[in-house]
Structures are given as structure tokens and as C-alpha cells.
């Protein structure tokens, strides 16, 4: 084999490595946009307060926007913000069931379905403590969040810290 049959092997197969690759991130743009599409649709739907969270896991950060997490049932979507250290970038979409709503503390469980630049998809069972520590501004509180994890060839134990902010009249 001469090293011009060889070059024009290799750039074949670098051509079809490229298309494989666009391919692969029209699919990835095309799903980020059906997930935030129907979150967006069914907050809008049940006419939702909004809440916004920053979230910190080990050295990932998430940032999050959500229905009123004061109600049964309520959904977040979270963006995976790796900054400039750690550029990853990845979603995940969240529904949550509240078990316990107190004063001071809210018990919810749900379901998480994620996709992110590292992994082709993953889905995990989030168990979450919302406290609310300042008596006079329950819109305020703090996330402690647990959740087994599977992605695509991974399984994994997550622990979540973060504080949340709902935007609604005060109770």
C-alpha cells in the first residue's frame, strides 16, 4: 500500500467519521429541544409559579428553572454548567412528587431523565430535602438531594446541595 492509498483511505474514513458526528448533534439539538419544549408546555399549561435554583455536585454546577415546588407534583429542568475549567454541558429534566409538605421542609421523590456531552442519555430516581430556614421568607430554601444514577454504560450515587428561590407572594 502506498502512502497515497493510504491518505485517501483515511480521509474516506475522516469524511464518514464527520458526517457520523453531525448527525449525532442534530439528534442531540433536536432532543434538548423536545425536552425544553414540553417542559415549558406543561408549566405553561397548569399556570406555575417559577422557581430558579444553582445547584453544586462535587465539581459540576447546575443551574435549574422550575415550576412551584410547594405543589404535589412539580418539574425542573436543570442545564449542567461545567465553566471554563470543566466545559461540560448537559440537561436534565426533573418531575417530582412532594411526600411531606411542612412548614419548615418539603420530602419529595421523582424522576430524573438527563443527556449530556459525555453520555448519550441517563435516567435517575431523585430523593430531595427542601428547607425552608427563614421563617418570614418561605420562598427561600435549601436543596439536600440524593440520587441513584444510570447512564449509558455507568451507574452512579449523586449528592446535590444547592439553594432555590420561588418566585410567588409570600405565605
Known amino acids: 500500500m ?3 492509498t493510504s491518505f485517501v483511505i483515511t ?12 448527525k449525532i448533534k442534530k439528534m442531540k439539538t ?6 425544553f419544549t414540553l417542559f415549558f408546555m406543561t408549566a405553561a399549561m397548569v399556570q ?3 422557581h430558579v435554583g444553582v445547584y453544586q455536585e462535587g465539581i459540576l454546577n447546575h443551574i435549574g428553572a422550575g415550576t412551584d415546588p410547594e405543589n404535589k407534583l412539580f418539574g425542573e429542568v436543570r442545564l ?4 471554563i475549567v470543566n466545559s461540560v454541558f448537559g440537561i436534565e429534566t426533573l418531575g417530582h412528587y412532594n411526600f411531606q ?3 419548615w421542609y418539603n420530602l419529595h421523590a421523582g424522576l430524573m431523565l438527563g443527556y449530556y456531552d459525555f453520555d448519550e442519555g441517563s435516567a435517575g430516581l431523585p430523593l430531595g430535602l427542601s428547607f425552608k430556614p427563614i421563617i418570614n421568607h418561605r420562598q427561600f430554601s435549601v436543596l439536600l438531594e440524593g440520587m441513584p444514577m444510570y447512564g449509558s454504560e455507568s451507574f452512579a450515587l449523586r449528592a446535590l ?6 418566585f410567588r407572594k409570600a405565605d
Open 48 to 50: 406555575a409559579q417559577v
Open 161 to 166: 446541595v444547592g439553594l432555590r428561590y420561588t
Open 30 to 35: 433536536t432532543f434538548l429541544a423536545l425536552i
Open 2 to 4: 502506498t502512502f497515497h
Open 101 to 103: 409538605r411542612k412548614d
Open 11 to 22: 480521509k474516506r474514513v475522516s469524511n464518514f467519521a464527520q458526517k457520523k458526528l453531525m
Open 80 to 83: 449542567l454548567a461545567g465553566g
